[in-house]
């Protein structure tokens, strides 16, 4: 029997339904900006929570219709970092468990991390080991492995959501805001690598010997399908594209300096995407920067894909 899992990001829901050989039969995605204001507030609006949950009863009906049982056996509901960092998100979590009667796991950091991994890797060629990036809405994971083993990752306080909300504030932003973004990436995304040295030490390893990066989610695969000039969002099309580092910070330069009216315009930004979009662009292009890697390779199945296939492992 086919199952479902959600994944609830922070500035979307997404939902994947696999068949019981582990094909996709359907994958859905709604924004719902969940944690808007959490970076400041530390608690989730009310608005925000009504439209997640609106979202992911919705999304109930679609895998019920595509004939998964709403059950644990059958359904996982993941929640990340706005739920998470959220000091009151047990009313999010009560709110879903009483209309969709699946409990939602709040994973943490270091989770998300490795199931990034296990999504993306083998879904796009690599030389290993290889490095996983998923710019998400309130947290960005990095995360090294090789041979299906995590060798070491970590999970940055920082995000589309979250860099916008601290310091892109202008439509456009402004000169002073967009170098306050570029200095907030840089800080965070060199903490992190220096988590990742540390970790990868313990294996005899450094980021010298890093092969392939890849990118995955929504600001990855929206990036990948501007360089590519599309006029619609294709994930055929997208996945496996290769962006050179040179590339990303023209991207990210461009998208910085454009209104949100402008970037909802572009053919391949999806709806609730460009309010946020040159905030994970800056994220992005900073840590492929601090890299010093010359390009990375977007894939279109990442931790939702992990999500869903670890189901299918349980029962079998």
Not at 100 to 128: C, W
Not at 191 to 216: K, P
Not at 229 to 247: C, F, K, N, P, W
Not at 295 to 311: F, I, M, Q
Request: charged share 25%.
């Amino acid at each position: 029997m086919s199952v479902a899992a959600v994944d609830v990001g922070s500035n979307s829901v997404r939902l994947l339904v696999l068949d019981d050989a582990g094909a996709r039969v359907l994958r859905r995605i709604t924004p719902t900006r969940l944690a808007e204001g959490v970076d400041r507030t530390d608690r989730l609006a009310d608005a925000a929570i009504a439209r997640t949950v609106t979202a992911i009863e919705a999304f109930r009906d679609v895998w019920v219709d595509a004939g998964v049982p709403t059950d644990t056996a059958h359904v996982r509901i993941a929640a990340t970092s706005a739920v998470r960092d959220a000091a009151d998100r047990d009313r999010f979590l009560a709110a879903v468990l009483a209309k969709v009667g699946i409990p939602v796991d709040v994973i943490d950091g270091e989770e998300e991390a490795a199931l990034g991994f296990a999504g993306a890797s083998g879904a796009v060629p690599t030389v290993e080991p290889s490095l996983v990036i998923d710019v998400g809405g309130g947290s960005t994971e990095l995360v090294i492995g090789e041979a299906g083993r995590v060798l070491a990752s970590v999970s940055t306080q920082l995000g589309c959501v979250r860099l916008t909300e601290r310091a892109l504030h202008a439509d456009p932003p402004t000169d002073t805001e967009r170098d306050a973004a570029a200095s907030i990436a840089e800080a965070v995304v060199r903490d992190g690598l220096a988590v990742l040295r540390e970790g990868l030490a313990h294996h005899g390893r450094s980021l010298a010997d890093l092969g392939t990066v890849v990118a995955v989610a929504g600001t990855a695969t929206t990036l990948a399908a501007l360089q590519l000039g599309l006029d619609d969002y294709e994930e055929s099309r997208i996945h496996g594209t290769v962006v050179g580092t040179a590339a990303l910070d023209t991207l990210a330069d461009r998208l910085v300096r454009m209104t949100v009216a402008e970037r909802s315009a572009l053919g391949p930004v999806q709806p609730g995407r460009a309010e946020v979009l040159h905030g994970g662009a800056v994220v992005l292009a900073t840590a492929l920067r601090l890299l010093g890697r010359p390009e990375l390779v977007v894939s279109e199945a990442d931790s939702l894909d992990a999500l869903a296939a670890g189901l299918l492992g349980s029962r079998g």
